[in-house]
């Protein structure tokens, strides 16, 4: 895979995104401003970043476990997904499933960047043709039960 290159706004950027561990699959975002979530509504957060990605990869913007757990707070249209012609900053939206307000603060950690390889098939019209599973879907295949049919 090729190089991918961050780009830190002046004057608004927090940090380059980081990796907690050497083998995190996610690189942690921050915010570059103050903000309040209300319970049950959405903002859109600044992260001061702008990616420049080769063709063939794409960045996946994904929910911070902890923020989820604990206050309720996750990536709204997770995964959220960033294309490599893309130039502008990267921006996250976040909802507030919560009860209570959240306060974000610059440099706060608010989700996390997974850099993924995907494919861009071409694409035919044509009929589907049918198959044994047929056309059921959610929870068609059985009832989660392990050892009955």
Do not use: C, W
């Amino acid at each position: 895979m090729n190089e991918i290159k961050i780009n830190l706004i002046d004057d608004v950027a927090f940090s380059f995104p980081k990796k907690a561990t050497e083998q995190s699959v996610g690189y942690d975002i921050y915010a570059a401003e103050d903000g309040v979530i209300r319970p049950l509504d959405r903002k859109l957060i600044r992260t001061g970043i702008k990616l420049d990605m080769p063709e063939g990869v794409e960045a996946q913007i994904r929910s911070r476990s902890g923020l989820a757990s604990k206050h309720g707070v996750f990536v709204l249209n997770s995964p959220g997904t960033v294309d490599p012609d893309y130039r502008g900053e990267v921006k996250v939206l976040l909802f507030n499933s919560g009860h209570m307000p959240f306060d974000i603060e610059r440099g706060d950690r608010i989700a996390q960047l997974v850099f993924s390889i995907y494919l861009s098939p071409e694409v035919s019209y044509n009929e589907v043709p049918s198959y044994v599973r047929g056309e059921g879907g959610f929870g068609s295949t059985g009832n989660g039960k392990i050892g009955t049919e």
